[in-house]
């Protein structure tokens, strides 16, 4: 009679056996960066409930973190100058590999993965030249660096990639930084942001800002299912910017969302997390510095919503509506099925990253 093992290990050979799936890791819907108040750091997978699924620790702050689209697996990126990446099993809870920014390089926290999950994009600083890099890594080769390409700009931030093809949209932010400097800007009058469109290693095509707004530096994104982009600013200047949320469809001119000057104002220069709702009708942004979580109609581009939110930056779609994840440890329903639900002791961090 054939043993368990030997029939097992039949099935593995046959490629019979079921994979792991992120049901697997308790079903989390979003994933987030913490911080503990032992000053420990972990990456937590958030159920539809808004309970915890897991607490995964990271060598230090986290950023956001970029899922794979096949297995239950997260790479989870320092926040910027960081040097580390560590990827995570998130169904076995365990460290499976971790990745360093080459010599001369840093991560921006931001990555993606191809649609077929083999590779993972990271936004990098190559500072000795001032030069925006998007490095390349092999999934399936314990992620070995396998390559990088110029990100069409100087300090790429997030990427991101369009719905159904492997082209990538990344935010240049424009503004040159170094590590001996950590994270002083040392271009701003001279900065050019842009979004740039990339295929196989070649950016297709890019759009900026117009020449006033060049101190509106490009750092968050969202794709919508029908490849709109919309994107948060974070203004450098010492006056206040004309406007901080906009959207963009590749082949055609930036549209920058029409803001109330006192709406405008109370954002404080700074959008902190961009996300579509549900419906793919509006999109959210978050003003930590502002304690704002505002709404915006994609086909009107004006606001239509504004919220306060204690130190709100996260921000995801959720079913009817709106995820928003506060530094307060509060995670809080915006839509049809409002809700909160408070895990005092974590601090979350900049970006909820829906499953």
Known sequence: MTSRRGFLAGLVGTGLVPRATWADAGAPRWLSAAGMPDGGFVLCGIGDDLEL????????RGHAAAAHPARPEAVAFARRPGTFAVVIDCAAGRQTAELSAPEGRHFYGHGAFS?????????????????GVIGVWDAERGYARAGEFDSGGTGPH??????????????????ETHPDTGRTELNIPWMQPNLSYIDEGRVTDSAALPPEMHKGSIRHL???????????????????GPALVGLHRRGDVMR??????????AMR??????????????????????????????ETARLQQSEQVQDACGVAPCTGG???ASGTGALRRMGRHA?????????????????
């Open 53 to 60: 699924r897991f607490r995964l620790p990271l060598p230090g």
């Open 115 to 131: 649609l077929d999950g083999r590779w993972l994009y990271t936004t990098e600083n190559d500072y000795a030249s001032a030069r």
């Open 158 to 175: 997030e990427v991101r990639r369009m719905p159904g093809r492997d082209t990538l949209v990344v935010a240049n932010g424009g503004i």
């Open 222 to 240: 969202a794709v919508s299912h029908d490849g709109t982009v919309a994107f948060g600013l974070q203004w450098q200047g010492d006056e206040d």
């Open 256 to 265: 920058l969302c029409d803001t109330p000057e006192d709406a405008l104002l």
């Open 269 to 298: 220069g700074y959008v902190g997390s961009v996300a579509f709702g549900a419906g793919q009708r509006d999109v959210a942004i978050t003003s930590p510095r502002g304690r704002l979580v505002q709404v915006y109609s994609v």
């Open 322 to 324: 709106l995820l928003i």
């Open 339 to 355: 809700g909160a639900r408070n895990h005092s002791g974590l601090m979350w961090d900049n970006h909820l990253v829906a499953l």
